[in-house]
C-alpha cells in the first residue's frame, strides 16, 4: 500500500522562529491531508490538498503540494507556543475511504 | 468537534480476558474506523466499516474483531487481550458520502492498558 515519509520526525523551536515539515512518497498520492495532534489528544484535520501544485494558506500556515504530487509540506510563520503538537501527513492508503498516517513531526516550542 | 464518543475512555485489564471498545456518532456517517496508536508507529488502522454490517480489515487487524449493526454504533473487540494490545484506540467517521472529500474527524480515544 502507500506510505508516506516524513521529515523530521522531532523539531524544536524558539517561540517566533518559522517551522516547516515534510512529507514523501515514493507513489502519486491522490490527496494529501495534514493533520494536528495535541498532547494527550486526537488527530484534528486540518486541510486536503488535491491538485498538483497547490498552496493553501489558513493564517499563518501554509500547505503545499508538490508538482509531482509525491510531496508535501507543512510551513508555520512565527510559531507560537499553541502550536505545540504532531503534525501528521495522510496519504489515502489503496482506497480512497481508508488512510495511511506518516508518523508524524513532534513540534515543541520554547517561549 | 464531530459528535463521536469513545467508551471506556480509559480501561485496565488482564492478558486473556475479553474487551469492548464502543464508538458512537451522531453524524449519521456511513464510514467509520477504528485505529491504534504507539509510540514510532504513528496510527495504524485496525478496521473499517462503510456501512451497516459492512466491515473490513485494516493492516493490524490480527487479534481484533468489529461489529457493526447500527449506523451509529462501531464496537471493536479484543478476544482475548494482550501486552501487544496496549495502546491508545481512537475511532474516527468520515463524511465521504456526503462530499468528495476524505477528511476523517476524530473521537477522543481510549486508553487500554493489558496487564
Known amino acids: 500500500g502507500q506510505q508516506v515519509m516524513q521529515i523530521p520526525q522531532y523539531q524544536h523551536v524558539q517561540e517566533g522562529e518559522d517551522f516547516t515539515t515534510y512529507c514523501n512518497s515514493s507513489?502519486?498520492?491522490?490527496?494529501i491531508q495534514w493533520y494536528k495532534q495535541r498532547p494527550g489528544g486526537h488527530p484534528v484535520f486540518l486541510i486536503q490538498?488535491?491538485?498538483?501544485?497547490e498552496v493553501k494558506k489558513q493564517k499563518r500556515l501554509t500547505f503545499q503540494f508538490g508538482e509531482a504530487k509525491k510531496n508535501s509540506s507543512l510551513h508555520i510563520t512565527a510559531t507560537q507556543t499553541t502550536d505545540v503538537g504532531t503534525y501528521f501527513c495522510?496519504?489515502?492508503?489503496?482506497?480512497?475511504?481508508?488512510?495511511?498516517f506518516g508518523k508524524g513531526t513532534l513540534l515543541t516550542v520554547n517561549p | 468537534d464531530a459528535g463521536i464518543t469513545q467508551s471506556p475512555r480509559h480501561k485496565v485489564t488482564e492478558t486473556g480476558t475479553p474487551v469492548t471498545l464502543r464508538c458512537h456518532q451522531t453524524?449519521?456517517?456511513?464510514?467509520m474506523y477504528w485505529y491504534r496508536q504507539d509510540p514510532g508507529h504513528g496510527l495504524r488502522l485496525i478496521h473499517y466499516?462503510?456501512?451497516?454490517?459492512?466491515?473490513d480489515k485494516g493492516e493490524v487487524s490480527d487479534g481484533y474483531s468489529v461489529s457493526r449493526s447500527k449506523t451509529e454504533d462501531f464496537l471493536l473487540t479484543l478476544e482475548s487481550a494482550t501486552s501487544s494490545q496496549t495502546s491508545v484506540y481512537f475511532c474516527?467517521?468520515?463524511?465521504?458520502?456526503?462530499?468528495?472529500?476524505?477528511?476523517?474527524?476524530f473521537g477522543p480515544g481510549t486508553r487500554l492498558t493489558v496487564t
Open positions: 495522510v496519504c489515502s492508503g489503496g482506497s480512497n475511504y481508508k488512510l495511511t
Open positions: 490538498l488535491v491538485k498538483s501544485g
Open positions: 507513489t502519486t498520492l491522490s490527496n
Open positions: 453524524e449519521n456517517h456511513r464510514y
Open positions: 466499516s462503510y456501512g451497516v454490517k459492512d466491515t
Open positions: 474516527a467517521i468520515s463524511p465521504l458520502e456526503y462530499r468528495e472529500s476524505y477528511e476523517q474527524y
